[in-house]
């Protein structure tokens, strides 16, 4: 049989085209097939930070790569999303979000770097993190009620630190003021570590924030709890009131941290990441982790995620509209 004359450049071609795909198709296998990279949008310590941590190893040991934390903090976590929503979609670029970063920066500030309806896709809620009341151990108040007279007698004198302005703790300390009628000044930090680091050091006498910040300074009597914002006590910190109990009747305020993935990243990725989150999440040994630190593990599906994210949105929206709360 004859050859034609383009046969071997055909060949020739067929076979570099398929040489150029090789990579291509090795690199379209299961998920994940090397590292992913976990953001936080705050500094090392706080509770978004912890439970990252926590999560990003179990995760190694399930999936057979290295899950890295990535601390990007500033701008009250505006900086490490801003990163995640334009990282590529590929599932190996992922972001820690809390209650502050997903639903209440987009009611709070007019503008972010980012669309916060389409950036990102939901993957999972990770934990629930009730916040506690926390004081200095000089602050001569044992009680609630004995701060809010301690504060009452000195307007203005006192001040409180949160992780940054227009985040969960910020709000928390707001709507206490103004359940109680008291003066405290706000002295926003970047992140949780750092505020947390300042009221141990006496720099500041109040801070509300979760309980997996201050669970180890509890124990080393470097702070002191006078309640819990939740609508029930924590169970890592059974004899602390909540704030209802202790004299703030319907007073209830949470955080949350959950799992994000850049918006366009592949369904089938995000759903094997939440069922693999999942997973870890019932592990006895996971759950007491989280739970022993004041966290509630919550693990749930994307659609759950992104209705809880919506609807704290519009819960904050309206928060921040009838207290006037403005970033500094």
Same mark, same amino acid.
């Given at each position: ?34 590292? $992913? ?9 706080? @509770? !978004? ?14 999936? @057979? ?8 903090? @500033? ?120 505020? $947390? ?6 720099? $500041? ?61 592949? &369904?089938?990725? !995000? ?46 929206? &309206? ?5 006037? $709360?403005?970033?500094?």
């Amino acid at each position: 049989m004859p050859r034609t004359p383009f046969a071997f450049p055909v060949l020739a071609a067929m076979a570099s085209m398929l040489a150029m795909a090789a990579p291509a198709l090795a690199q379209s296998g299961p998920w994940p097939s090397k590292p $992913v990279t976990i953001v936080v949008p705050f500094p090392p310590g706080g @509770g !978004t930070d912890t439970g990252a941590r926590i999560l990003a190893e179990q995760l190694t040991r399930r999936w @057979g790569q290295t899950v890295v934390v990535e601390n990007k903090g @500033g701008a009250a976590g505006q900086i490490g999303a801003d990163m995640v929503a334009k990282a590529k979609p590929d599932g190996y670029t992922l972001l820690m979000g809390n209650v502050g970063t997903q639903s209440i920066n987009p009611a709070l500030y007019k503008k972010l770097p980012y669309d916060p309806d389409k950036a990102f896709a939901p993957i999972t809620l990770v934990a629930e993190l009730p916040l506690a009341m926390m004081v200095n151990p000089s602050v001569p108040a044992k009680t609630v009620k004995e701060f809010i007279a301690y504060a009452k007698s000195r307007p203005g004198q006192l001040s409180y630190s949160s992780s940054g302005a227009g985040g969960g703790p910020h709000l928390a300390a707001e709507m206490f003021k103004d359940s109680t009628g008291s003066f405290i000044l706000h002295v926003p930090y970047r992140g949780g570590g750092p505020a $947390v680091s300042d009221l141990i050091a006496g720099h $500041v006498q109040l801070s509300f924030m979760t309980a997996f910040e201050a669970s180890g300074h509890l124990k080393a009597g470097k702070l002191r709890a006078l309640a819990v914002t939740s609508d029930k006590r924590v169970p890592a910190l059974p004899d602390v009131p909540t704030l209802s109990e202790a004299g703030v009747p319907g007073f209830n305020s949470i955080s949350w941290i959950g799992l994000l993935a850049p918006a366009g990243t592949p &369904q089938e990725i !995000t759903d094997k990441a939440a069922a693999d989150v999942r997973a870890v999440m019932s592990q006895d040994e996971v759950r007491r982790k989280f739970s022993d630190l004041g966290a509630i593990p919550a693990a749930g599906t994307p659609a759950a995620f992104a209705r809880l994210i919506d609807d704290d949105r519009k819960r904050y929206a &309206q928060i921040i509209q009838d207290r006037k $709360v403005t970033v500094e």
